[in-house]
């Protein structure tokens, strides 16, 4: 079973910046597409931003020009490098990813526990 697991989650203040990480482990033939969601309390959970495997990324119009997705294939990690942070970020953090455990198996999306980032002052 492949197992996603984010962190860098933390408490931080408006404007400040965070760097969060997800790493997957476990059968892993090849990485698709991964995403970062958010659920902030009382609201739908939403897609933030994306990355294809060739590298290819897009942004929630919320968070374009102040995050940025990127991934390191070698490592089976996607980080999202939070800047310029706002109370309305607060929210858990989720990663998703689509992945392959066998070149002849479809990919299936598997999700992480998420990672609590909260910004106030």
């Known amino acids: 079973q492949v197992q996603v697991v984010e962190s860098g989650g933390d408490l931080v203040q408006p404007g400040g910046s965070l760097r969060l990480s997800c790493a997957a482990s476990g059968s892993i033939f090849r990485f698709h597409v991964m995403r970062w969601y958010r659920q902030a309390p009382g609201k739908q959970r939403e897609l933030v931003a994306a990355i294809t495997s060739g590298g290819s990324s897009n942004y929630a119009d919320s968070v374009k020009g102040r995050f940025t997705i990127s991934r390191d294939n070698a490592k089976n990690t996607v980080y999202l490098q939070m800047s310029n942070l706002k109370p309305e970020d607060t929210a858990v953090y989720y990663c998703?990813?689509?992945?392959?455990?066998?070149?002849?198996?479809?990919?299936?999306?598997?999700w992480g526990q998420g990672t609590q980032v909260t910004v106030s002052s």
């Open positions: 998703n990813a689509d992945v392959q455990t066998a070149a002849v198996a479809p990919a299936r999306t598997y």
